[in-house]
């Protein structure tokens, strides 16, 4: 049999992502969706990533995140940028950006 504790855990943190996730709908102290905290399930269903992917990049803090009460809390803000660190840019943009930085050449 498993632990009862472990299931305890488990459903005290479905429990707190799905409050994080009414406070986000519900907008309750009148903050903007993007300043709202999210759980783990809700950052990781936010990046389109497994939860066990979104713990790797925590334990390699690669991700910005905050820890209360033992639980990783996410901003939007933070997990966008994230996103954007990964940004590749086109080809016509690395084009615009070397002839910025290339001195001037006269003819």
């Given at each position: ?8 855990i ?17 907008d ?80």
């Amino acid at each position: 049999m498993e632990n009862p504790f472990e299931e305890i855990i488990i459903k005290l943190d479905q429990l707190e992502d799905k409050i994080c996730a009414l406070y986000t709908r519900l907008d309750v102290n009148g903050n903007n969706s993007e300043d709202a905290p999210l759980g783990m399930q809700e950052a990781a269903k936010f990046l389109r990533i497994s939860i066990q992917t979104l713990y790797g990049l925590v334990s390699k803090r690669e991700i910005s995140y905050c820890k209360r009460n033992n639980r990783n809390i996410f901003y939007k803000k933070d997990l966008e940028e994230y996103i954007q660190r990964g940004r590749i840019p086109s080809k016509s943009e690395i084009k615009v950006n070397a002839n910025s930085l290339l001195p001037l050449r006269s003819n």
